[in-house]
């Protein structure tokens, strides 16, 4: 039998009918995280990291139990600037979460980057 939750930050703005986040059977899945209005690629990154952080926190897990992460970019010209923040972000981690990223033709609200994060849960 499943145990499902969600996992959502109060306050945090939603872009559709999703949960932000939603634990189940030992896995956590985060849906696509966006930061917009702060500013820069770099920017964004960093916030939407923050909300991943955020909501990894909520779930009682951190970005060591990360297991896959997706970034899709609004231009892959921003690869190796993503990955510079991404790297800070994974700094301090043994086991880096495997990756995909790829350039979307639209991201929702504008955003230069969205990031989809798994987890297991402890």
């Not at 985060?30 to 770099?42: E, N, R, V, Y």
């Not at 952080?53 to 060591?64: E, P, Q, T, V, Y």
């Not at 896959?68 to 970019?73: E, G, I, N, P, S």
Request: glycine share 10%.
């Amino acid at each position: 039998m499943s145990t499902k939750r969600g996992i959502d930050l109060p306050g945090a703005p939603t872009y559709g009918p999703y949960t932000p986040g939603v634990a189940a059977n030992g896995v956590l899945w985060l849906s696509g995280q966006i930061a917009p209005d702060a500013g820069g690629l770099a920017a964004q990154v960093t916030a939407a990291l923050d909300k991943v952080d955020a909501l990894l926190h909520s779930a009682g897990c951190s970005k060591h139990d990360v297991t896959f992460v997706q970034v899709l970019l609004a231009d892959i010209q921003d690869f190796a600037a993503m990955n510079d923040a991404y790297a800070a972000w994974l700094e301090g981690v043994n086991v880096k979460p495997a990756r995909a990223a790829f350039q979307a033709a639209a991201l929702p609200a504008g955003a230069a980057v969205e990031i989809v994060v798994q987890a297991a849960l402890p």
